[in-house]
């Protein structure tokens, strides 16, 4: 079965850093292309950012360009969001999503519901609190 589980999540004051993980199993993780997205309370999901397992290429959204950095290992079949500088207003359940690069990449810079209803595979997310 296919499977994302993100952890790392937590509670940091504003300024501080925190490192997600997101832990692929059951699929060819080399093949896909890992998002980002993020929920805070009463708002939609949005994109945050994502990495192609199959030539290494990243993109991020405007917020977050320059303080959060995502990176692979292919050995461990796991993605990591580097999160620094941290606003309160991102605080927000952080998800990730696997699935094929042109599908990823319009399902993180629009955050079209119907585009990620069609990613093949999410995580639960982890809940990530920035105070103020």
């Known amino acids: 079965e296919a499977q994302l589980v993100e952890s790392g999540g937590g509670l940091v004051q504003v300024g501080g850093s925190l490192r997600l993980s997101c832990a692929a199993s059951?699929?060819?993780?080399?093949?896909?292309?890992i998002g980002w997205f993020r929920q805070a309370p009463g708002k939609e999901r949005e994109g945050v950012c994502y990495i192609s397992n199959t030539d290494g290429s990243t993109y991020y959204k405007d917020p977050v360009k320059g303080r959060f950095t995502v990176s692979s290992d292919n050995d461990k079949n796991t993605v990591y969001l580097q999160m620094d500088s941290l606003k309160p207003e991102e605080t927000a359940v952080y998800y990730c999503?696997?699935?094929?690069?042109?599908?990823?990449?319009?399902?993180?810079?629009?955050?079209?519901?119907?585009?990620?209803?069609?990613?093949?595979?999410w995580g639960h997310g982890t809940q990530v609190t920035v105070s103020s």
């Open positions: 999503a696997a699935g094929l690069i042109d599908l990823v990449n319009a399902a993180v810079v629009t955050g079209n519901p119907n585009l990620l209803r069609h990613l093949e595979v």
């Open positions: 059951g699929f060819s993780f080399g093949d896909y292309t």
